[in-house]
Nanobody, 123 residues
Framework: QVQLVESGGGLVQAGGSLRLSCAAS????????MGWFRQAPGKEREFVAA????????RYADSVKGRFTISRDNAKNTLYLQMNSLKPEDTAVYYC????????????????WGQGTQVTVSS
């Protein structure tokens, strides 16, 4: 069982930055590929970024490439999402998720999900 708790969301002006964190419980954090997803009002949840346990492989949605960076600290059981050059269209609830299968994270079919943190980017 893995419990995920996101933090770091808030209100920021366009062009600004935020760093989201996702604290994972349990001793098996190393076993999981981790991902970030987001859901804007009236839209479906979409993939943002993913990172494997070793942090040697990561993937990003085209919409965030070059602006967002996913990272993880396995010693702290924590996942991060550094978001720079934020745009109003980045406004959404951001969720972290975990699964042992990389392809499952990319497709959004994850075993564990956090409760989400709101990010609002004003123009």
């Amino acid at each position: 069982q893995v419990q995920l708790v996101e933090s770091g969301g808030g209100l920021v002006q366009a062009g600004g930055s935020l760093r989201l964190s996702c604290a994972a419980s349990g001793r098996t954090f190393l076993s999981y590929t981790m991902g970030w997803f987001r859901q804007a009002p009236g839209k479906e949840r979409e993939f943002v970024a993913a990172i494997v346990w070793s942090a040697l492989t990561s993937r990003y949605a085209d919409s965030v490439k070059g602006r967002f960076t996913i990272s993880r600290d396995n010693a702290k059981n924590t996942l991060y999402l550094q978001m720079n050059s934020l745009k109003p269209e980045d406004t959404a609830v951001y969720y972290c998720a975990a699964d042992k299968v990389f392809s499952s994270v990319l497709s959004g079919s994850c075993d564990y999900w956090g409760q989400g943190t709101q990010v609002t980017v004003s123009s």
